[in-house]
């Protein structure tokens, strides 16, 4: 079964930046999705931006710009650079995989199998 770990959230303050890392560990899929996703309180989980084994990639129409995935192959992980953080961007971030290509409904939450535990965003103004 594959596992997720995430890391690299904290409490910044606004304006500066984070990159999260989420290690991909036990994926024995030649063809996968991973997702990042994130989700406030109160809120529902939002998909924040994707990537594919092929390396291509799709983020969250609005503010895209201040989001970057990337991943790094021999270490087996996905990064999300999320910079010029805003208080709104406060959330649980999750990363989440899925054994096919990214669709064009990747930032469904339903799209994906398996899930990390998530990793904590604060930003204060």
Not at 14 to 28: D, F, Q
């Given at each position: 079964q594959v596992q997720l770990v995430e890391s690299g959230g904290g409490s910044v303050q606004?304006?500066?930046?984070?990159?999260?890392?989420?290690?991909?560990?036990?994926?024995?899929?030649s063809t996968y999705c991973i997702g990042w996703f994130r989700q406030a309180p109160g809120k529902e989980r939002e998909g924040v931006a994707t990537i594919n084994s092929r390396g291509s990639t799709s983020y969250l129409d609005s503010d895209y710009s201040r989001f970057v995935i990337s991943q790094d192959n021999p270490k087996n992980t996905v990064y999300l650079q999320i910079n010029r953080l805003k208080p709104?961007?406060?959330?649980?971030?999750?990363?989440?995989?899925?054994?096919?290509?990214?669709?064009?409904?990747?930032?469904?939450?339903?799209?994906?199998?398996?899930?990390?535990?998530?990793?904590?965003?604060?930003?204060?103004?």
């Open positions: 606004s304006g500066g930046s984070l990159r999260l890392s989420c290690a991909v560990s036990r994926n024995t899929y709104e961007d406060t959330a649980m971030y999750y990363c989440a995989a899925a054994p096919h290509y990214c669709s064009d409904s990747w930032y469904y939450p339903d799209e994906y199998h398996y899930w990390g535990q998530g990793t904590q965003v604060t930003v204060s103004s």
